[in-house]
RNA sequence: GAUCUCGUAGCUCAGCUGGCUAGAGCACUUGACUUUUAAUCAGGGGGUCCUGGGUUCGAGUCCCAGCGGGAUCACCA
């Protein structure tokens, strides 16, 4: 194993704290009875005896030596604190070796300390603990990265100096980012909140949270590759989840008026700036509904959420933008919205001039595209980008959607909708099509674009279709992306900034 | 999967048309300093220049291949 001088260092003072009884890993719990923000929040000048004893942990981040004296910031999970520690207050006795040798030498940046003393304001104005016991909790032995700020007096704002930033490091160890950039943890803080204000929204309306099943004989309701996967002891070939919609549907036929997950789901598929391998879906659905009031609800969900994480406002900052998250929001047919961008009515195309139209715009396509795939193609080349306030497409081409109901007075389409943001998708939504006959054709439909070698065309599910045949209620159904929800609502453009542990490739 | 691009100290980066022992700031280390805050001051140490080949008297630099990252595209309703 190669150490660098740093590490070598650090380690030969782990050994030195040990041969002075010093254990770097202690056992035992530290308890703590504040926190750097509430501290720095709530400290009064006209009353310090409200905080004459706290306990706090962390790691020591900065250390600024001056003699016998010694300033050190704190970072707990909240936040940093300055720590005072002058050299006789930590001292047993005449034994100043604490200071000396302990604080002075022993101790590194980013070691975890726990400390006890009292609050004061330091004649520069910083609210500063003043330590007056001082206890190793746990020892770093890496380095961390040095990133330093300075606010600038003329401007006001924070100036980061040798920030850590390559993103591979970042993504790769995440626990290193967290610790150095309080910008990447608040965006994970706001994930959190985005899906504790969305749960939260749904109990309230008396909707079950449910968990069905990872792995699936079939994949089903949505079109793409599966990861595959085999079970020993029943000898079968699984898949890992590409969505959960059938499960959920079966739920409802099984009597429940509203049903949600919030769950991973995996597709065998390429990675870019918005697409994981594993992502984050919610779906919900609901009986007795119909897509119209889904737009509602819709609307009042997301307002509920941005609400929730932006101190009850409902306009986010996204990129150049500001995002209205206050419905009501803009209702726009497929066709419609084609007319309004590109000027011409598909409405009544046939596929013939449908393509040439697409070659008039100069969109590529395939022999293979049928109408609505065309359609698509248009809506993606020419509609999608310009939609930057939450806005509603409605009423797509049948052919596209082989789990949405009839639309009851349009002909050829169905009811169906996606929300847009900033040009990106990141809701779809049916009135669910619970006709077991046409929900047979339907399947029976994919299974014709399967044979001419369509690999996205959907299975047949006996058993889906026998839950529709004992009876489903009509039902509206919902799925959101969360990831890119979160990236949205934290003002983040790639999907590897509100993941955790993006997928990469292996290290060595 | 394709194209472009990047990989130098713990971090952020410089390193020219190939040419002395590969540099800077921070970090580290030794010393000074009892209210500092990008602390300061004086000294010191630290490198698989991503890996492997090649060209050359000589490669961090040029060429080829590989590994890893990023961007664009394809794929992903």
């Not at 009884?21 to 926190?35: K, S, T």
């Not at 994949?219 to 959960?244: Q, S, V, W």
């Not at 009042?300 to 994480?309: G, P």
């Not at 022999?367 to 795939?373: D, L």
């Given at each position: ?35 750097a ?29 001056k ?12 936040g ?14 005449e ?109 309230a ?57 919030i769950?991973?789901?995996f ?40 609400r ?51 070659k ?77 006959i ?23 599910d006996?058993d ?9 209620p ?17 003002n ?11 997928q ?5």
């Amino acid at each position: 194993m190669h150490l660098s001088e740093q590490e070598i260092i650090r380690r030969e003072h782990l050994e030195e704290l040990r041969s002075m009884g010093i254990d770097p890993y202690p056992a035992e719990a530290f308890v703590v009875n504040a926190l750097a923000s509430d501290i720095k929040a709530q400290f009064n000048d006209d009353a310090p005896e409200q905080f004459e004893t706290v306990a706090i942990a962390g790691r020591m981040m900065v250390v600024r030596e001056k003699g016998k004296v010694t300033f050190a910031e704190l970072q707990d999970s909240s936040g940093r604190i300055q720590l005072y520690i002058s050299r006789s207050d930590i001292a047993d006795g005449e034994n100043f070796e604490m200071y000396d040798v302990v604080l002075k030498r022993l101790l590194d940046f980013g070691d975890y300390i726990g400390i006890k003393g009292f609050v004061f304001r330091t004649r520069m104005g910083e609210i500063t603990v003043h330590v007056k016991e001082l206890k190793l909790l746990s020892k770093s032995l890496r380095p961390l990265p040095m990133v330093k700020t300075r606010v600038n007096e003329a401007t006001g704002e924070t100036e980061v100096y040798d920030a850590f930033t390559d993103p591979e490091q970042r993504y790769r160890m995440r626990y290193v980012d967290l610790t150095v950039n309080p910008q990447v943890k608040a965006a994970f803080i706001t994930r959190s909140r985005i899906i504790s204000a969305m749960r939260s929204f749904f109990d309230a309306k008396g909707w079950l949270e449910v968990e069905t099943p990872i792995l699936q004989p079939i994949h089903g309701g949505a079109a793409a590759r599966p990861f595959e996967t085999h079970h020993n002891t029943l000898d079968m070939k699984l898949y890992m989840r590409i969505a959960n919609e059938l499960y959920l549907k079966r739920l409802i036929a099984g009597g429940f008026d509203g049903v949600y997950e919030i769950g991973k789901m995996f597709r065998n598929e390429g990675m870019d700036r918005t697409h994981n391998p594993e992502f984050t879906a919610m779906e919900i659905y609901v009986a007795y509904k119909d897509y119209y009031w889904m737009m509602e609800m819709v609307e009042q969900c997301l307002e509920h959420i941005a609400r929730a994480i932006n101190q009850d406002n409902p306009v986010l900052n996204f990129g150049e933008h500001e995002i209205n998250y206050a419905g009501p929001y803009r209702r726009l047919s497929m066709y419609d919205s084609i007319k309004e961008y590109t000027g011409v009515d598909i409405s009544e195309m046939d596929e013939t001039q449908l393509r040439d139209l697409c070659k008039q715009l100069h969109i590529d396509i395939d022999n293979t595209m049928g109408r609505g795939k065309l359609i698509d193609e248009i809506f993606g080349a020419k509609v999608e980008k310009n939609l930057i306030q939450p806005t509603y497409i409605i009423d797509y081409p049948i052919e596209m959607s082989p789990l949405a109901k009839k639309h009851r007075s349009k002909a050829g389409l169905v009811e169906r909708f996606e929300l847009f943001v900033s040009g990106k998708e990141i809701a779809n939504a049916y009135s669910e099509l619970n006709d077991p006959i046409d929900q047979r054709e339907r399947f029976e439909d994919q299974l014709q674009l399967a044979a001419r070698g369509d690999h996205e065309a959907m299975a047949m599910d006996e058993d889906f279709l026998r839950s529709l045949e004992y009876g489903m209620p009509p039902t509206s159904g919902l799925g959101i992306g969360i990831d890119r929800l979160t990236m949205f609502m934290t003002n983040n453009h790639t999907i590897q900034e509100v993941l955790f542990f993006p997928q990469m490739r292996a290290e060595h």
